[in-house]
């Protein structure tokens, strides 16, 4: 059982530990709860763990909105603005914070829900014994499938993606209704366990046997169930319609496809469960009519075939896709693909670069003031690092899959994807280790972490280690390195000579960043050793820049925002995001958003105007994991009711007053004038 909940010991209360996901919320209650284990039977979603308390009110830092069911049905969704009491009956209430799904199930009771302070209470109106359901977001693949280097085996293997999906209605556009695929791994013949026999959907998509065309539509046939089957040119069958994908442009044609369907099914997706109206609604709307019930109760063959008969202008631009992966057209590589289809990733294969770039060191460090420390040894030689250049891929986050480096992209393995399962494990505080190795860069406020207002962390802070001391810190087990210090060819610099991580066997850090100038070789080997993944730098670094970036990537690692995010809020910030990289998955989170999907909101002073009580706002969205793709997001402070998580640059109003509680709420960090702050040190003045 990987969801526990106990009394809490600091008040009335439970808290809710997901061990699998490291993560904790207290839920609080107006009495003592008498917590007792309760069957998970009753419930409209499926839940994990069911506990019964006493409670006429509670209430956690959730930061969604909350919705109310009778008998299997929404019945009412509570927003700041819309919040009534309801009339007395039995309801089930989705309360879920981001650590996991929560529902409480109450009767005879007249609930309403409050939002102070950022917290959100729910109140039964009378003293009630209620139930608690939670769900963990945990997902890992089931089954391993073993495949053989031939083409067609792989068809089969890729076949099997589709069963990981608990749903073929429009509702696995919801990332939580889509499950992890089946692993993959090498062998001497082809072996499909029966639990992820291909699901039987009527869809199928017919390619050349070759590894590109099948890494390419393999977004597509786990999204759509479909199968994966040798042809002499690119298809989509559905049933008894088929449509040609493009020869000369598959990945683009995939693409094209699959952000239609899944833009028609976040929409159609409103006669469900949760009948939300979004942006996504509105525009489409302008469009064109199509009936939603009738589309959302067909078959997923005969529902895909209706959505390619609308024009696909009808949902261009609606929606925008989060993340590319270019993938090397091997079959070395196939065991990488569930991880990245997982994330419902675009793939490109081959591989799609707009050249080379040589990276050469600077014994001046490239200063970018006079005066200006390198973190770097200046009278060492570092050898020339070259990588590749992906070509635009039109999503904020990009993966590099192939034997060449990119340091424009995240580059993982398939043994850091894998290990990505188990970090961060327990449900202890995440423990964080920075080391100052140079006393010229003791800067206190290089690092930001311990800001997050629900989860803790643990911040040990060593200094000047030596060799022998840093080793012992890298076997350590340790949930994230943060190094502060000089990097050169023979390794991390220390007070009595260098450490070299290439000479070691293990590390027990799980995920790190080296802030030292060209630390690439460094952090690649803490990955071949054992770490999940982490950002490095792949140039020289002036160290009055080294010290800002560090400040911002700890922050922004520490609000819950993952590796891909926060090298492109660099690059928005103007910051030198292009001498940084990712080794590992680029998806990976030091831990979660109090709000769901991370969210950057982007405010340029030039659009405050005195004479207006309004001004706006950009929004970019960096969906991942359970809170991806398809995510529902209730934005807290513009004024637009609902948006579709996707990786587009909104353009909001927000209203004067609205900013003010952005600023007076919950802690976040946001743009102003191209600059990345931190909403404790603004006030209003500072827009002015």
């Known amino acids: 059982?990987?969801?526990?909940?106990?009394?809490?010991?600091?008040?009335?209360?439970?808290?809710?530990?997901?061990?699998?996901?490291?993560?904790?919320?207290?839920?609080?209650?107006?009495?003592?709860?008498?917590?007792?284990?309760?069957?998970?039977?009753?419930?409209?979603?499926?839940?994990?763990?069911?506990?019964?308390?006493?409670?006429?009110?509670?209430?956690?830092?959730?930061?969604?909105?909350?919705?109310?069911?009778?008998?299997?049905?929404?019945?009412?969704?509570?927003?700041?603005?819309?919040?009534?009491?309801?009339?007395?009956?039995t309801y089930e209430i989705d309360f879920s914070p981001p650590a996991a799904k929560l529902y409480v199930r109450v009767e005879d009771a007249e609930p309403?829900?409050?939002?102070?302070?950022?917290?959100?209470?729910?109140?039964?109106?009378?003293?009630?014994?209620?139930?608690?359901?939670?769900?963990?977001?945990?997902?890992?693949?089931?089954?391993?499938?073993?495949?053989?280097?031939?083409?067609?085996?792989?068809?089969?293997?890729?076949?099997?993606?589709?069963?990981?999906?608990?749903?073929?209605?429009?509702?696995?556009?919801?990332?939580?209704?889509?499950?992890?695929?089946?692993?993959?791994?090498?062998?001497?013949?082809?072996?499909?366990?029966?639990?992820?026999?291909?699901?039987?959907?009527?869809?199928?998509?017919?390619?050349?046997?070759?590894?590109?065309?099948?890494?390419?539509?393999?977004?597509?046939?786990?999204?759509?169930?479909?199968?994966?089957?040798?042809?002499?040119?690119?298809?989509l069958i559905m049933g008894g319609q088929s449509v040609d994908l493009d020869a000369d442009d598959l990945a683009g044609s995939v693409r094209s496809v699959l952000e239609h369907v899944f833009t028609l099914d976040c929409v159609v997706r409103m006669a469900g469960v949760y009948p939300f109206r979004t942006t996504a609604v509105d525009e489409l709307e302008d469009r064109v009519t199509l009936d939603y019930e009738t589309l959302f109760e067909l078959p997923l063959a005969e529902r895909t075939a209706a959505y390619m008969d609308v024009a696909r202008s009808a949902t261009a631009g609606i929606l925008e896709w989060h993340y590319t992966a270019d993938v090397a057209a091997d079959s070395a590589y196939a065991p990488a693909l569930p991880y990245l289809v997982d994330e419902l990733a675009l793939v490109r294969s081959p591989p799609q670069q707009s050249g080379q770039v040589d990276l050469t060191p600077s014994l001046n460090a490239l200063r970018e003031s006079d005066g200006a420390v390198a973190r770097s040894a200046a009278d060492t030689t570092l050898a020339q690092l070259s990588g590749v250049v992906p070509s635009d891929t039109e999503t904020p986050g990009r993966s590099w899959v192939a034997d060449e480096f990119s340091p424009s992209a995240a580059n993982p393995t398939v043994g850091s994807f894998r290990r990505g399962f188990e970090w961060p494990q327990g449900d202890d505080p995440l423990d964080v280790h920075v080391v100052y190795n140079d006393a010229r860069l003791d800067a206190s406020d290089e690092t930001a972490y311990d800001t997050h207002q629900i989860a803790r962390t643990d911040v040990r802070v060593s200094h000047s280690l030596t060799a022998a001391e840093l080793r012992e810190a890298l076997y350590e087990e340790t949930d994230f390195l943060h190094f502060v210090g000089h990097v050169t060819d023979d390794g991390m610099v220390c007070p009595d000579g260098t450490l070299d991580t290439r000479t070691l066997a293990k590390t027990g850090v799980s995920a790190f960043f080296l802030n030292g100038c060209r630390s690439y070789e460094q952090g690649r080997a803490l990955l071949t050793a054992g770490s999940v993944g982490g950002i490095v730098t792949v140039d020289d670094v002036a160290d009055d820049v080294a010290g800002r970036v560090g400040h911002d990537i700890s922050l922004l690692l520490d609000s819950g925002f993952p590796l891909y995010a926060v090298l492109d809020v660099l690059d928005r910030a103007g910051m030198p995001a292009e001498r940084y990289s990712i080794l590992g998955s680029?998806?990976?989170?030091?831990?979660?958003?109090?709000?769901?999907?991370?969210?950057?909101?982007?405010?340029?002073?030039?659009?405050?105007?005195?004479?207006?009580?309004?001004?706006?706002?950009?929004?970019?969205?960096?969906?991942?994991?359970?809170?991806?793709?398809?995510?529902?997001?209730?934005?807290?402070?513009?004024?637009?009711?609902?948006?579709?998580?996707?990786?587009s640059v909104r353009r909001d109003p927000i209203s004067y007053s609205e900013l003010e509680r952005?600023?007076?709420?919950?802690?976040?960090?946001?743009?102003?004038?191209?600059?990345?702050?931190?909403?404790p040190n603004l006030t209003m003045a500072d827009f002015e």
């Not at 991942?624 to 398809?630: K, R, V």
């Not at 952005?662 to 909403?679: K, M, N």
């Open 112 to 235: 309403t829900a409050e939002f102070v302070d950022d917290h959100v209470y729910l109140d039964f109106g009378d003293a009630s014994r209620v139930v608690v359901g939670v769900r963990s977001h945990h997902e890992t693949p089931v089954a391993t499938v073993t495949t053989t280097d031939d083409p067609r085996d792989l068809m089969a293997a890729v076949s099997t993606f589709g069963s990981a999906l608990k749903t073929h209605s429009p509702d696995r556009s919801w990332p939580t209704l889509r499950g992890h695929p089946p692993a993959i791994e090498h062998g001497s013949e082809l072996d499909i366990p029966d639990q992820v026999a291909p699901p039987d959907t009527g869809v199928h998509i017919e390619v050349p046997p070759e590894y590109g065309a099948i890494y390419t539509v393999a977004p597509l046939a786990y999204y759509l169930g479909a199968t994966v089957e040798p042809g002499n040119r690119p298809r």
């Open 1 to 89: 059982m990987t969801v526990l909940v106990d009394a809490l010991d600091d008040g009335p209360g439970v808290r809710i530990r997901d061990t699998s996901e490291g993560e904790a919320v207290a839920l609080r209650t107006d009495c003592e709860p008498n917590p007792e284990p309760a069957s998970t039977d009753g419930f409209t979603m499926p839940v994990d763990t069911a506990v019964e308390i006493d409670a006429r009110e509670l209430h956690s830092p959730s930061f969604e909105v909350v919705v109310f069911w009778q008998d299997g049905e929404v019945s009412h969704r509570a927003t700041p603005n819309d919040a009534p009491r309801l009339p007395r009956g």
């Open 662 to 679: 952005l600023l007076d709420a919950s802690p976040a960090p946001v743009l102003l004038d191209g600059e990345l702050r931190y909403t």
């Open 586 to 647: 680029g998806t990976l989170a030091f831990r979660r958003d109090p709000g769901g999907t991370p969210s950057m909101y982007d405010f340029d002073t030039d659009d405050f105007d005195t004479d207006s009580d309004t001004a706006s706002v950009s929004v970019q969205q960096y969906p991942y994991d359970e809170n991806g793709m398809g995510t529902f997001v209730a934005p807290s402070y513009t004024a637009v009711d609902g948006v579709i998580a996707d990786g």
